[in-house]
Nanobody
Framework: QRQLVESGGGLVQPGGSLRLSCAATSATVSNIYARGWFRQAPGKQREFVAVINSGGNTNYAESVKGRFTISADNDKNTVDLHMDRLKPEDTAVYYC?????????WGEGTQVTVSS
């Protein structure tokens, strides 16, 4: 059973915008103290994109700072990633990750392709 489900990926032109969403599908995904996004481009390692903790504090990779915004709803157990001014190098599979004191949860990913 997939415990995290991402949505919102797709094809967009350079300079465009996309909004990714991630939701927990099971009540077992609980006691989450932070939620984040990672991405993996073809032939590259998975890399950190952004994270937000339950207090609303955020951190971003330098490559996306000023262009991406992460937000979360603790009550709904969701996390979004709003991506502006997208570049071809943002093309990747994007994964959400939820942090729990005992374990981490990962989604299965959603493809984002930035191309003209």
């Amino acid at each position: 059973q997939r415990q995290l489900v991402e949505s919102g990926g797709g094809l967009v032109q350079p300079g465009g915008s996309l909004r990714l969403s991630c939701a927990a599908t099971s009540a077992t995904v609980s006691n989450i103290y932070a939620r984040g996004w990672f991405r993996q481009a073809p032939g590259k390692q998975r890399e950190f994109v952004a994270v937000i903790n339950s207090g609303g504090n955020t951190n971003y990779a330098e490559s996306v700072k000023g262009r991406f915004t992460i937000s979360a709803d603790n009550d709904k157990n969701t996390v979004d990633l709003h991506m502006d001014r997208l570049k071809p190098e943002d093309t990747a599979v994007y994964y959400c990750r939820y942090y729990n004191r005992k374990t981490d949860y990962w989604g299965e990913g959603t493809q984002v392709t930035v191309s003209s």
